[in-house]
């Protein structure tokens, strides 16, 4: 019994041994904070927490390495995202927007500035996702991971396999279509299909945009978000306009769904870590995003979060050489889809994206029998406030007649 | 009126410094944001934009009126033979009633969607035994469905309280004096369960109209209430002013609601009066 013991204890040394082997890049950068907080606030599935397949629980990393305790928050999107940093009352140290919202945030002056330059990871980041136009001299931001929208089908559940962002208003599907439910990445779509930019101002525009939603409203199973892991990988639903990375995750799942880039170009976005004005520690915060960019975390990260990398560290990396591979995330020049980013867009339009938005939201079918629902309940009451009434007399009546 | 002690006045402070912390100020703070625009200068805007919302807030009202009366009609009965039966059965039945209470609404509601999706628990079950398919999720139905699931606890309890402490010799004598079982039931019991109807009434239909978890679960969200609306002016839209004109319109309506429905469990002695 003791030797099985003994040999149990030996596997387990060994097996921990390259882990905690497996030292991080300038050790000594990250000490001095031992016992401070920071809070983080991401998108929900975009960061390793598993020990499992050779990838690193990251924020618990972080924690032992460098002292300081970590608070990880999740949302669904940008814009649920900002107006918790815009009105205050929370305090977060790191956020990971997209392009277009660090664009805006930037413009309210709602970021502090980083000095990338005295990040030693920042020589990690490929040029290609440098002075991006969102930040064109990497004062605010440092990339995070790349990626594009395409449509998630089921392929058991279609007929043939869709080409094109139309076969998301094709009355066959009606009851399995699924939408993505933040403004931007839903006119988007008919934005495409109209030929229209992703960055209109153009009133007349953005109704129409807003009036192919409204129709394509009767054929939906419902907005969503994160949810679509759920409804995609039961096969509740047969097809999704998402993001590349949340497909790679899913078909491990369910074999069965299929990806395409729809011919009519698609939407590429970065998502960057940004330190916003609200920070309580700033330090603890850069050393945050160092880490994040150290090739042994950012690998585990590219592998189960499932986007492309702008760390050039993980790219050259051998256990990465198959996601290298994936078409879907580094497509080759003839197949790659036309691609267009988000700009942030003037107050104006921004407006008028959220009062259609709404509009589309309440647009529902016919209430007439609410209408006359309410009729029956009303004349119901009337008719006994009535009887009650006279009831209420005839016993006045009855007890002044003795 | 008599005049409170000091003791008396200790002992309600905790609560009432609750209350004006937690109830009052955010109150005020909801009718601030409802006069206001963005820069915080006085508006009626978004007041006057509520005629837009109209039809959303009709169906929502419309949807918590039927899914009350459903509970009322469900939680009736059951009160009434939670009420007559041993004490033993009655602790039983009590428990078997707060026992999804031990679990999160949310969680509640998501297994409520788990269960009844195309792919579902239930439908799993009926594909298994040859039979059809039911399609039940993102209809208005599953929505009711879930409104009465979650809230007829709350519906019940009321019920229970007051038929528990109804005055039986009452209904002995009316049956005494030749009173038929619809006739006692209609003057003596219906009557007297008034302020529990009331209560419940109020503690279902009030939850079930500003609900907006259970929509979006359910409802796939294809269809909003008005709970969906206000939820996003606050959680996406970053438009607080637009959110708090609709709560307080909200709150007036259910006021209104509120306000007919007591017209019938009143102070006065009246009965015979069916909802």
Known sequence: MKKILAVCFILLIVCTLPMSASAYENESYYKGLEGAVINVFNWGELISDTYEDGMLDVNKEFEKLTGIKVNYVTYESNEDMYPKIKNGGASYDIIIPSDYMIQRMIDEDMLMEIDADALPNYKYVSEEYRNMYYDPDNAYSVPYNVGMVGLIYNKTMVEEEPTSWTALWDERYAGKILMIDNPRDAFAIPQKILGYSLNSTDEKELSDVAQMLIEQKPLLQGYVMDEIYNKMESGEAAMVPYYVGDYILMKDVNPDLGFVYPKEGVNIFVDAMCIPKCTQNYEAALLYINFMLDPEIALSNALYIGYATPNVGVLEHPDYAEMRENQYLYPDKENMPEVEYFHNLPQETLHMFSQLWNEIRIYGSDNTHIYVGFALVGLAVVFFMVKKYITKRKREYWYNSI | ?275
């Open chain 2, 1 to 275: 009126m008599k005049k409170r002690s000091l003791g008396e006045k200790l002992v309600a402070s905790p609560y009432i410094v609750w209350a004006a912390m937690f109830i009052i100020v955010p109150l005020i703070f909801v009718a601030y944001y409802s006069l206001t625009d963005a820069n915080g200068n006085f508006t009626l805007e978004y007041i006057a934009d509520i005629g837009r919302y109209k039809d959303v807030m009709l169906n929502s009202i419309w949807l918590g009126f039927i899914a009350t009366v459903i509970s009322l009609f469900l939680a009736y009965p059951l009160a009434y033979i939670m009420a007559r039966s041993k004490a033993n059965t009655q602790r039983t039945m009590m428990m078997l009633v707060m026992l999804p209470m031990w679990m999160n609404l949310l969680i509640r509601t998501y297994s409520m969607m788990i269960l009844m999706q195309d792919t579902g628990v239930i439908n799993s079950v009926l594909t298994a035994l040859n039979l059809p398919n039911l399609h039940m999720i993102n209809t208005q139905g599953a929505v009711v469905f879930g409104m009465v699931y979650n809230y007829i606890p709350y519906m019940i309890l009321p019920l229970y309280n007051i038929m528990s402490k109804m005055d039986h010799s009452l209904i002995e004598a009316a049956e005494d004096l030749g009173g038929n079982k619809v006739t006692v039931f209609k003057d003596i019991i219906l009557p007297l369960s008034m302020p529990g109807i009331a209560s419940g009434f109020t503690m279902v239909f009030v939850p079930s109209v500003s609900t907006f978890y259970i929509s979006k679960k359910l409802g796939g969200n294809t269809f909003s209430l008005i709970g969906d609306v206000i939820e996003m002016q606050f959680k996406s839209s970053n438009n607080y002013n637009l959110g708090a004109a609709l709560s307080m319109v909200l709150m007036v309506l259910i006021i209104i609601c509120m306000m007919v429905m007591n017209r019938f469990t009143g102070d006065d002695d009246d009965g015979g009066v069916l909802i």
